[in-house]
């Protein structure tokens, strides 16, 4: 009796699993105001307008993304990719390393320097001031 019992628990953990498999549904619509559905998200090349190297990159929903650059450059769009803002910090000279987004206004970027003079910054305004 055990050894039918544990046959059909094996059997039953290796039929389960295909089955889940072979039901996948795509994922349900969720197509709103401010978000396209799952099935329509897709990548596409998109041009800065910079010959520094991108170093950083947070996308905070399909429309708003924030990228740094190799020597001190900060672009920021708020229409998926169609134009980029260049918001970089006044007399900056630092590679930028890292940015991590909050939202359309709010940014922090994570500064390479020498000794002390790496350092996070951080934008409340869109890259206004730093």
């Given amino acids: 009796m055990r050894t039918l019992l544990g046959a059909a628990a094996a059997l039953t953990m290796t039929l389960v ?41 947070d996308a905070v929903s399909h429309r708003v993304a924030w990228v740094t650059g190799s020597e001190g450059g900060v672009w920021r769009t708020v229409n998926g990719g169609r134009s980029w803002k260049d918001v970089t910090p006044a007399a900056q000279v630092l590679m930028f390393r890292d940015v991590e987004a909050r939202s359309r206004k709010t940014a922090l970027v994570l500064a390479i ?18």
């Fill in 17 to 57: 699993p295909l089955a889940a498999v072979a039901a996948d549904e795509p994922a349900p619509d969720t197509t709103s105001l401010d978000r396209p559905a799952k099935n329509d998200l897709s990548w596409k090349r998109v041009d800065v307008d910079t010959d520094q190297g991108l170093r950083g990159l």
């Fill in 113 to 130: 320097g020498p000794g002390e003079e790496s350092q996070i910054m951080r934008t409340d305004d869109g890259g206004e001031s730093w």
